[in-house]
């Protein structure tokens, strides 16, 4: 495949990304409101278990065709930019397009101590640089214990109330399969370029997969904040981290234990605490444009960490 079609497709990848996003997460919204949802628990559940099927998809293939570099790199990388670059570009649509911020939120709050309990724990199991069979099942068990939690605490309508009929289930479907298929083609093409420039797999999955399968989480967070729904945007990031960890890793550690390389032990893994740490401060003031610069600062260091390597 040359560079050039390699880059239409990378275009084609991104278009079908942002109107898949658009009607999935419009629907979403209303999903939520016909069921008396809170659009926080719809945000971190299914809208974020939707936009994280890419990292699950590319890290269990990897994972069988025995890429595990592959596999480590597009988990760690994906929450990472999440964060970095996913929440914080809606900060500045907030404060620059919106003119608003994103106000603390008690939900929000409690789910991001989930997304940090995530990520060190990541850290703690991997300091013997593998993330084993039973670790892998004990991730699983937590997330499966998150969705209980959350169930208990999401608001549902008084008995003897129907939900409404304005969700478009077609659209809300095609909306999702049309995400993963940019997804997909934005990941073929972009491992491609990468791979004509001579970058190494762990690299490759730190960078282009990890920031391509986190187009999804771009393309649902801006358009949730376009369309207004600041719960659902915030509520994707912090949810598609914790999935990612917790489902998409334990997934992914009881196929194959994961191998996880020293300098992403001493490095990478502990970026994404700091940057998971920072969030958790972030968010308990207006979110805005300040916060948005602070979590890309660390986004920046991420990818200078990838260059110097």
């Known amino acids: 495949m040359s560079l050039v079609i390699a880059f239409v497709i990378l275009i084609i990848g991104f278009a079908l990304l942002t109107k898949g996003a658009d009607y999935f997460i419009e629907n979403s919204a209303v999903f939520a409101e016909d069921r008396g949802i809170s659009p926080h628990v719809i945000g971190v559940t299914i809208v974020a278990f939707g936009t994280s099927l890419p990292e ?56 991001s101590y989930v997304m940090l309990v995530a990520a060190l724990l990541l850290l703690l199991f991997a300091q013997d640089n593998l993330i084993s069979f039973s670790e892998g099942f004990f991730f699983f068990i937590l997330y499966f214990l998150y969705l209980i939690s959350l169930y208990f605490r999401s608001s549902k309508k008084p008995k003897g109330s129907e939900p409404e009929t304005n969700t478009s289930y077609p659209f809300l479907v095609g909306g999702l399969i049309s995400m993963l298929l940019g997804a997909h083609l934005t990941i073929d093409s972009a491992v491609e370029i990468a791979s004509q420039l001579g970058i190494s797999e762990i690299v490759i999955g730190l960078s282009v ?46 196929i194959n234990a994961v191998k996880v390389d020293q300098w992403v032990l001493d490095i990478t893994l502990p970026l994404l605490v700091l940057i998971t740490i920072a969030t958790l401060g972030l968010i308990r003031v207006p979110f805005g444009r300040l916060s948005g610069s602070i979590l890309f600062g660390f986004f920046i260091l991420f990818i200078y960490e990838l260059i110097i390597l």
């Open 56 to 111: 699950l998809l590319v890290s269990v293939i990897s994972s069988f065709q025995d890429h595990n570099d592959l596999a480590l790199g597009n988990i760690v990388g994906s929450n990472i930019s999440n964060i970095g670059l996913v929440l914080a570009s809606a900060s500045f649509i907030f404060h620059y397009i919106l003119r608003s911020r994103i106000e603390p939120n008690n939900n929000v709050n409690m789910d």
């Open 209 to 254: 997969v990890a920031i391509g399968t986190s187009l999804p989480e771009l393309a649902g967070t801006v358009s949730a904040v376009r369309m207004g729904h600041k719960e659902i945007a915030i509520g994707n990031v912090i949810g598609s981290n914790i999935a990612n960890i917790f489902l998409v890793m334990g997934i992914l550690a009881m």
